[in-house]
């Protein structure tokens, strides 16, 4: 049998720089390969799966001599897309885990089917709602709330605006989240100047959308990335 192994595109210890846990030191783990393609990605390296193949053990071996080092005890599931490795992450969840660290899965909130498979060994689930003008147009909507479903308990949510974001698909993403519960965690993240190939909303965009996800949500942050202004990874 075919031993089980993902691309790793890289693994680091950095701090935190977005959603419910920014500022948090924390071990990174990034997949290789995506299955989207955002206008404001800004890991174009990590949608390639060409990268160097690990076992779960090795993986699992690695992060936590690391997070040993710099004494961090959470570690973070990110890419491109981790749910593609569901299999992976399941396999090297039960290590980690022993190893006194909290695993955070950061994901595109799509991939509902393979989260279910997955939940049970994430901690935290950062999930992102993606809007259709950052996406080429396509929609998941029907995907997201059924990603919500999946864990809702455990789930915090990211949005990524920028200056083509429309009101109304904003909108439709807080209407999501309202689905699910009123004091889901929800972070609207302004798209950062020169990282991807997206611009910022406008001051009166953000407003507007602040203020209608306030009116419907009770646990709602303007949070832009914080790790390019801090100068780290
Ligand atoms: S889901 Fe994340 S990694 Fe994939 S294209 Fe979008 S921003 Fe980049």
């Known amino acids: 049998m ?13 701090l935190q720089g977005e959603g419910l846990y920014c500022g948090q030191k924390q071990v ?27 076992t779960p053990a090795e993986a699992a071996r690695a992060i936590i001599k690391l997070a040993r080092a710099k004494k961090a005890r959470a570690v973070s599931l990110t890419g491109g897309e981790p749910l593609l490795h569901w ?4 396999a090297a969840a039960p290590a980690l885990k ?75 993403a807080v209407d999501l989240a309202v689905a699910v519960r009123r004091g889901i965690p929800f972070f609207i993240q302004p798209a950062t100047a020169g990282r991807g190939k997206a611009r910022p909303p406008s001051a009166g965009f953000m407003e507007g959308a602040r203020r209608y996800a306030a009116l419907k949500l009770s646990a709602v942050k303007v949070l832009p990335q914080q ?5 780290v990874k």
Request: contains cysteine; hydrophobic residues 45%; aromatic residues 10%.
């Open 2 to 14: 075919k031993e089980l192994t993902a691309p790793i595109a890289e693994i680091f210890c950095s």
């Open 28 to 54: 990174f783990l990034r997949f290789a390969g995506c299955n989207l393609a955002c206008v404001y990605c800004d890991e174009p390296a990590a949608r390639d799966a060409a990268a160097s193949p690990m």
């Open 87 to 90: 299999r992976f992450i399941k």
């Open 98 to 172: 022993k190893a006194g660290l909290a695993l955070h899965l950061e994901t595109n909130g799509v991939l509902y089917r393979e989260l279910s498979k997955t939940a049970s060994a994430a901690d935290v689930i950062a999930m992102d709602i993606k809007l259709p003008s950052s996406t080429g147009g396509r929609a998941f909507w029907a995907e997201h709330g059924k990603f919500l479903a999946a864990a809702p308990g455990k789930t915090f949510i990211k949005t990524v605006v920028t200056s083509r974001t429309k009101l109304s698909e904003f909108k439709k």
């Open 227 to 231: 790790h390019p202004l801090w100068g």
